[in-house]
C-alpha cells in the first residue's frame, strides 16, 4: 500500500531512530554533592550501574578507578558550587573526557527528585548527546584565572580595611578624607602612620602634605585637629597593620601572576608599545602586565576604549585566548549575555532583555563600557548616543557589546584596533542617517534638497 501524502510510518520510524541515535554508548552521569557522590553507567557494563561514593580523595580516586576499568570513555557533571572541580580534575587525569554542563538544562523535568534518579537522567541525556558542555578555558588559562581571582579577593578585603581606617578617624573627627581625595595615597598614609605612631599636633601632621595636593597646609591643619581617644587609635592601628598585611599578599599575588605568564608561548616579538595617558591606579599590577599581553596575544587590547591591563587580564583570564571556541562574535557576545534574549509566544517578542549572568568577563566589558561613558573616542560617542535613545543602563550594555566585538576579532584574527576619533563616528551616522533619509523619501517620490548656507549642504544628496 502506497501512501500518497505525507511521509510513510517506516520512514518516520527511521527518522525518528536516527534523531534519537545513541551518540556516547559508554557515557556516565554524575549527581554531584557535598557529601556522596552518585555516578550511573549503562546497565550492560556493571552488575550495579548505580554507584555512591564519599568526598575524600581515596573515594574519589576509587571512583575514576572503577569508570576506567569498566571501560566508560565520557563522564556528564552538573556544576554545584565548588563541589565539581576535585572529582573533575582527577577524571581529566586519569583520561576521560569530562564535561560540566549547567543545572538549568535538566532541572524542570518533572518527578526526578533523588540522586540516584538525577544521575540516570544526566547518564540518559548525555547517552543521546543532549548536553551541552560548559566552556572551561585550557589548564593554563585555568591557572592564571585562579591567580587574578585570589587576587580580585585581596583587593576587596583591602577596601574593607580602608573603610575601617576611615571609621576610626572619623569618630576622632579628623576629617581627612574631607581634605585630600585618597586616604591611602602619598599625604594620608604620611598623616595615618604619623597618627599611629603617637604624632597628634595638627600642625606638624599638616607638613606631611604632598605638593600636588589640592588644600593648602592651612585647611589640611584645621582638619587634623581631632579628639584623639585610645580605643579609636587602637582601631586605627590594627586596620592599618591589616592593609598593610593585605598590600603584600597583593605584591606576592602580582609575583605569582607574572611568573606563569612568562610561562606562556609567545607570539609576538616584545616592543615599545606607544605610551596611553592614562595613568595607573591603585590597585593596578605591578608588572608590565600590557607587556605580558602583547607578547602571548599578539595584539595590543589596551588600545580597545576603556579597556586597561587589568580589565585586558582579566578577560583574557576567563575567555582564553582561542576565540574559535565560538563560531562567530555574535555567539561570542550571547556566552557573555550581552545581546538581547528574545522571549517569542505567538509571533510576538514578549521579552528582550538580556540574560542575567555572573560571567567576570562580562563584569570585565561592563566596566570597559563605562570608562568610556566620557571619552572623546567613537566607542565614547557611541555610547552617548546609545544613552539618549536607551537610557543608561541599555548604554552601557550595547557599549560592552560593542566591546567585546573588537576583543573577539583582534583575538581571532590578529588585527590591530585604531579608534578614529569622535569625529569620525559621528560624521559617519550623520552619512548613514542622510542615506535612509534619501532612500525613504525615494519611495515616496521625493528627493532632498540641502538649504542654502547650510552645513549640510556639503554632504552630497
Known sequence: MKHKQGVSPRRAKLRLTKHLDQVNLYAAGIDIGSREHYVAVPEGLDDEPVRSFGCFTADLEQLADWLVRIGIQTVVMESTGVYWIPLFEILEERGLETHL?????????????????????????????????????????????????????????????????????????????????????????KIIRAIVAGEHNAKRLAQYRDGRCKNDVATIEKSLRGHYRKEHLFALRQAVELYDIYQEKIHACDEAIERHLDCFESKAVPRDLPKKPKRKHN????????????????????????????????????????????????????????????????????????????????????????????????????????????????AITATAHKIAHIYYSMLKHGTEYVDKGQQYYERQYQDRALKNLRRRAADFGFSLTPNAGNDAATVPV
Open 283 to 394: 590597585n593596578a599590577t605591578a608588572f608590565d602586565g600590557r607587556g605580558h599581553l602583547y607578547r602571548i596575544t599578539g595584539v595590543d587590547l589596551t588600545q580597545i576604549g576603556g579597556i586597561d591591563e587589568s580589565i585586558a587580564l582579566k578577560a583574557l583570564s576567563e575567555t582564553g585566548m582561542d576565540m574559535n571556541r565560538w563560531k562567530t562574535k555574535k555567539h561570542f557576545s550571547s556566552w557573555l549575555a550581552l545581546s538581547p534574549h528574545n522571549k517569542v509566544s505567538g509571533g510576538k517578542i514578549l521579552s528582550s532583555r538580556t540574560k542575567r549572568t555572573s560571567n567576570r568577563a562580562t563584569e570585565a566589558f561592563r566596566m570597559a563600557a563605562y570608562s568610556v561613558t566620557n571619552a572623546k573616542s567613537a566607542l565614547g560617542a557611541y555610547y552617548r548616543r546609545m544613552r539618549s535613545r536607551l537610557g543608561g543602563p541599555k
Open 101 to 189: 554542563v549547567d543545572a538549568r538544562q535538566t532541572k524542570h523535568v518533572t518527578g526526578r527528585k533523588s540522586d540516584v534518579q538525577d544521575c540516570q537522567w544526566l547518564q540518559q541525556l548525555h547517552t543521546y548527546g543532549l548536553l551541552r558542555s560548559a566552556f572551561r578555558p585550557p589548564e593554563a588559562i585555568c591557572t592564571l584565572r585562579a591567580y587574578l581571582r585570589q587576587r580580585s579577593n585581596l583587593v576587596s578585603q583591602v577596601g574593607t580595611h580602608i573603610q575601617h581606617m576611615q571609621k576610626a578617624l572619623r569618630q576622632m573627627n579628623v576629617l581627612l578624607d574631607n581634605v585630600i581625595s585618597d586616604i591611602t595615597g602619598v599625604t594620608g598614609m
